[in-house]
């Protein structure tokens, strides 16, 4: 059985992060993705949201799970039974960032990681872009599921009440 896992802030999840996840999950037999709970980082979402937001986004894919986690990643591994990391590529500052973690986890715990190249058509697609678009009434349409989209309007809408 091959697991992998997808980790992530998710915050909220993003067409790039379906099309990541959903590609994986045709390469794999399992994909758990999984949502860091960064007690440093608040985020705009509460993990239970993001989770939330996941499950529906990828409700329509068998082999897809979705999980949190705190602490490192290569504990989580190791607890899960998952042979994998899968990691994406936007841009080459992401690549700077994300070689730099993936030999600090392959030194730790001999935990690999697998990069996929983003589609081209998400490339410029972040979370923060989104959180950003949206707090100020933008369209995100093509940016994020119908759930997801409403969920950041419901959000923005009770921080203004
Ligand atoms: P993190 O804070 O761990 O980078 P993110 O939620 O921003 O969490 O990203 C999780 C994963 O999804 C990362 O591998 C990231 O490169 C990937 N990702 C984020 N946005 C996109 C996108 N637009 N297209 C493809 N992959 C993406």
Do not use: W
């Not at 790039?16 to 999950?25: F, K, L, S």
């Not at 037999?29 to 979402?45: H, Y």
């Amino acid at each position: 059985m091959r697991r992998v896992v997808c980790p992530g802030s998710f915050d909220p999840v993003t067409n790039g992060h379906i099309d990541i996840i959903g590609r994986a999950a045709r390469q794999y037999d399992e994909v758990v993705a999984a949502v860091l709970t960064n007690v440093n980082k608040r985020g705009l979402f509460s993990v239970e949201e993001k989770v939330d937001m996941l499950r529906e986004c990828t409700a329509d894919v068998g082999n897809i799970t979705i999980s949190q986690f705190s602490g490192l990643l290569v504990d989580f591994c190791r607890e899960n039974d998952i042979g994998a990391i899968i990691r994406s590529l936007r841009s080459v500052s992401d690549f700077d960032y994300e070689l730099q973690i993936a030999q600090m986890n392959y030194r730790l715990a001999g935990v690999e990681t697998l990069f996929m190249t983003a589609n081209p058509q998400y490339s410029f697609l972040s979370s923060s872009l989104v959180r950003e678009i949206a707090q100020y009434g933008g369209d995100v349409s093509s940016l994020v599921t119908p759930y997801v989209e409403q969920r950041l309007r419901d959000k923005y809408e009770s921080r203004e009440s």
